[in-house]
């Protein structure tokens, strides 16, 4: 009983399917949501920015206006000759005096009229040029004498010349009498008529003003509005506990006027104020932009959901329709790889499944009539085979006695054919040797020729050294009395030059007498007495070189002598050289009559061999017809044993084949019987 193994449910093709349909609409409705949310997300985003951005741009432009109101104001104080007419008569005055006093009330009541007139003015103070506060009253609540020059706000006032200076808020205001924090408007109160500060103005405003002039923006939930500076000093902030204390949103690092950033997950619109550099913000979370987009997501996951939903649904009609009967068609299959030919699909649809079904029945069939038919095959050639190997085996026995029979006549052959080619190689080498001796005594012969040539040479070349040695000894002779001449010649010369030398003093001598003659003479004698020095110089020029020439003549008949000498130990050489060339030509001579006796002894010796020769070609000749016929012999029995051999080969294949065929005529039966029809 073979088990069958249960195919894995997660590898079969309705499960891939499922897969892949279930995979593809969920992507593709996840993937049409995301880019849908992310698309709406950027447009309200997008849309939202440039409506906060205009919003605080409105917002900041109106600010800007009221920072004009104010500065107005200072300016109204600033040009109020009443005022300055007061003013420039206290800082003549001594502060401790009653006109002194009398004059701070006017001040005070003046300041009171821009204090009622503007109601969001929190104080109004004056200082002296040195930073000194001046106490009025009732409407100042500084202390008197206490000294603000020291104070960053009042340099920065007092520098600014007659511009405004605007001062971000801070707690207590910049006069430590303020109960909320308050900003302030810093400008020096300057005398028309002498360009001089006679005092400096203070107006402080709370901070709250800033957010009841900005109003109710809104700007979604979340959001809120401030003012910063510059260097991101909250100005204005809906929290108090903010205002005066570093923001916690970033400025970006940008000259425009106006615009709108991302900064710690908040949208970011800012304007900033040409009136005071300050910076109006407007900070919305990104999260509450994309609020009403997360809408859409929800939408998308419940697309997710229903496609899911579906897509199991084509699924499960998938596996139905199409999975199912391919797994039937996989499980018949498998039953007909058992040996199952009876199993039939039977499926009747007319789409291609049932048609694989109804061709997978028309193959069971045709298999199930090639079964049969190889079964019946397959006992035929089982009979068949058993005949055939009962024949192979009797002609095996048969062609091995014939196979011994032939072995026997082959050994009989090859030891016949071995002897003959044993004498046909004993008369070879005996040729060859003989052949071998002929050869050597006609080099021998040559060689003895060649000796004789060369003595023959030899002796002629002798005698013409000789002839040539004779006429080198008479050169040497000739050379020798010429060399003689020649130092008598060089005797010759060494007089000439002693002359030479002699002639060279006798010139100094008259050149020295002309030159003692010329002097006697005195001034007539110069001339003469330069043609005295001219020939003393060339007296002693003709001394140098004559002494040359008498060296180089010394060294001549020094060499001259030396050759002299060798040239005189030459000529008994010669002579010895001689009489050993005659003895080596009576040598050579000798050499070439033994040599011609030698020949003659060769000749007798060559004639011999080659009969010999003669005799031995006829033996060789003989040995060679008896090792063919030998040979021949014992080829015409090899070949019979070759045969004898190739048909026992063949008989024990064949009888092998038929076994063989016998083995898998079983093997088939076996493997048919498998096979159920």
Do not use: C
Request: aromatic share 6%.
């Amino acid at each position: 009983m073979q088990l069958v193994r249960l195919p894995n449910p997660a590898k079969s093709v309705g499960m891939k399917l499922f897969i892949v349909f279930f995979a593809s609409i969920l992507t593709f409705v996840a993937a049409v949501g995301a880019i849908s949310y992310s698309i709406s997300k950027g447009i309200v985003t997008k849309k939202v920015s440039e409506a906060t951005r205009q919003t605080i741009v409105q917002a900041g432009e109106k600010m800007d206006f009221y920072y004009g109101t104010l500065e107005n104001l200072t300016s109204q104080i600033l040009f109020d000759k009443d005022l300055m007419s007061v003013l420039r008569r206290m800082s003549a005055l001594d502060p401790e005096s009653y006109d002194y006093m009398e004059l701070t009330w006017k001040v005070r009541d003046k300041l009171n009229t821009y204090t009622y007139s503007n109601a969001d003015i929190g104080s109004l103070h004056l200082f002296r040029p040195d930073g000194t506060y001046i106490n009025l009253g009732a409407s100042g609540g500084g202390k008197k004498g206490q000294s603000y020059g020291d104070e960053a706000w009042f340099k920065q006032a007092v520098d600014a010349g007659e511009n405004a200076t605007w001062l971000p808020s801070v707690a207590a205001g910049y006069s430590g009498t303020m109960a909320s924090p308050s900003f302030a408007i810093a400008r020096p109160l300057k005398d028309v008529a002498s360009s001089k500060i006679v005092a400096v103005l203070l107006v402080e405003i709370p901070a709250d003003v800033l957010g009841k002039q900005l109003g109710n923006i809104a700007l979604g939930d979340g959001s809120s509005v401030r003012i910063v500076t510059g260097s991101n000093g909250v100005v204005f902030a809906p929290e108090a506990s903010e205002i005066g204390a570093p923001s916690d949103i970033p400025l970006q690092a940008d000259s425009a006027a106006d615009g709108s950033y991302r900064a710690e997950g908040n949208l970011v619109a800012y304007y900033k104020s040409k009136a005071t550099g300050w910076i109006s913000l407007g900070i919305v979370p990104l999260g509450e932009l994309v609020k009403d987009s997360k809408v859409i997501a929800n939408v998308t996951i419940a697309m997710a959901v229903l496609a899911a939903v579906a897509a199991g649904l084509i699924g499960y009609l998938i596996v139905r329709f199409v999975a199912r009967p391919l797994s039937k068609l996989s499980d018949l299959m498998q039953l007909g790889s058992q040996g199952d030919l009876r199993v039939r699909a039977g499926l009747r649809s007319r789409d291609e499944i049932g048609r694989l079904g109804r061709s997978f029945d028309t193959m069971m069939e045709q298999i199930t009539g090639l079964v049969r038919q190889t079964r019946l095959s397959a006992d035929q050639v089982l009979e068949t085979a058993s005949e055939l190997a009962s024949a192979s085996r009797t002609t095996a026995v048969s062609a091995k006695e014939i196979a011994v029979a032939t072995e026997e006549i082959s050994t009989g052959a090859g030891g016949l054919a071995n002897e003959a080619e044993r004498g046909n190689d004993l008369t070879r080498r005996n040729a060859e040797s003989l052949r071998d001796a002929i050869g050597a005594s006609r080099q021998m012969e040559s060689a003895a020729s060649a000796v004789q040539t060369s003595s023959a040479h030899g002796a002629e070349y002798i005698a013409g050294l000789i002839a040539t040695t004779h006429e080198a000894e008479a050169m040497i002779r000739s050379m020798a009395e010429k060399v003689g001449k020649l130092s008598e010649s060089a005797g010759s010369i060494r007089r000439i030059v002693d002359l030479l030398n002699n002639v060279t003093k006798q010139t100094n001598i008259l050149s020295l007498n002309a030159t003692i003659e010329a002097a006697r003479s005195g001034a007539a004698g110069k001339g003469f007495m330069v043609v005295a020095d001219e020939i003393r110089s060339l007296a002693e020029q003709s001394k140098a070189s004559i002494g040359e020439v008498g060296v180089i003549t010394e060294t001549i008949l020094t060499e001259i002598q030396e050759t002299v000498g060798v040239l005189s130990g030459a000529s008994p050489i010669f002579r010895q050289q001689i009489d050993s060339m005659k003895e080596a030509d009576t040598i050579f001579k000798q050499v070439e009559r033994d040599m011609g006796a030698f020949l003659g002894q060769l000749d007798d010796v060559g004639r011999f061999m080659s009969e010999l020769d003669r005799s031995q070609g006829v033996l060789a000749d003989s040995m060679s017809n008896v090792s063919a016929v030998a040979q021949q012999s014992l080829a015409t029995s090899e070949q019979v044993a070759s045969l004898s051999q190739e048909q026992l080969h063949v008989s024990e294949r064949l009888v092998r084949h038929a076994e063989q065929l016998e083995r898998l005529s079983g093997s088939l039966q076996s493997a048919l019987a498998r096979f159920q029809t």
